[in-house]
């Protein structure tokens, strides 16, 4: 008779405590999910962000395509003005068709800063010039200078561009760049197993003299997305123009990873720009001059820009297993940590300007993200 009460006590029990994991785990999902974008400049957060508002709230009203013109423009300036203002700066210098120097001339007589008005003339200069073979040389050696991502796209749109209706497509409002020098936050909510669940996203500037704000929102975050431009092998800092952008991606990351204060968040690093990266690696740039122990590096496999990715995968993946800093080099009071899970590393290829792609990333994510959440309350 003992026996079988002390049985019931225990079934009794072992229900009470799974009543209350589910509770606690019900809890734990009403709780928001804090997702922390972070990288260094012009990796691609603000165009993650963008396309979270596409995918999960409402996409873009007409008037906020509208407001967008302004800095549309001022892309296509800073474009055109930027490879003729370098063509005899670089190393050896490239010059124009001979019959389009004096347009040449005319965008560079408007100095850098953005004309107040877009002119015919202006479009149809900006138009012939794109076409111009020096400027397309100079285009493809715009890793020897600083270049916006968008030239191309928006210099090859300057038809639709010029039409007095013009309205910004989706992709165009994806390709605008603008510099990033304030925290925002975007709110959403998705539905996860039968529930609703809460996503705060938050985006920083990357260029470092916005870095030593990062520790502000560390507090709360259960998710960092590290962002990586894998294209920018061959390119240097703007901030510099020295360093290496690729390695300063890793370095930060290597900081970041490491760091006493986000030691329990899940850690996704977005490799992104695959698009361009498969057109640099495809065109004959070589990974090797810029990190020489590339040489080496899987000599089995065939497909040079599978062989190129992997390479970066790896380097992340090393990070994680070896490289720990001596300290944090841009927030001088976050700590070093011995104790960093590194199995909440998880790394992804991406195309972030690709709705679909980041579409199928993100689906994936979510379920990491969740799972990390559980699991730091113990629950998993
Ligand atoms: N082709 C291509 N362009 C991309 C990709 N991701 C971002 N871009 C473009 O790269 C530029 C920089 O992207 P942003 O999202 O502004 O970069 P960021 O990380 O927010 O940069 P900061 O705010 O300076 O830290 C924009 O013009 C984007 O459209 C990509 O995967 N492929
Ligand atoms: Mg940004």
Redesign the pocket.
Known sequence: MLCRNKKINKEKERSKALDATLKNEKKKLDRVQQIL?L????????????QMKIIHINGFSEEEKKEKIPNIKQ?VHESIYTLLYNMNKINPPTTLESKNCGLGEYILRLGEATPQEFTDEYYSAVKVLWSDSGIKETFKRSNEFQL???AA?FLDRIDALSNPNYIPTVQDM????????AISKIEFTIPYKGQMIDFWMY?????RG?RKKWISVFEGIGAILF?I?A?DFDQTLREDGVTNRLKEGFKVFTDIFWSRFVRNAGKIVFL?????LKRKIESGKRLEIYFPEYENYDKMETNPYHRAKNFMRHTILEIASSKKPESVEFMPDVDITQNVKSELLFVHF?????TSNVKLVFNDIKDIIIAINLGNSGLI
């Open positions: 974008l990288g260094t400049g012009e990796a691609g957060k603000t165009t993650i962000i963008k892309n916006i991502d968008s796209h994806l390709y605008c760049r603008t510099m990033t020098v985006d920083v500037g990357g260029q916005e962002l431009a294209s992104n720009k695959q698009d361009i991406t195309i972030a300007t690709d």
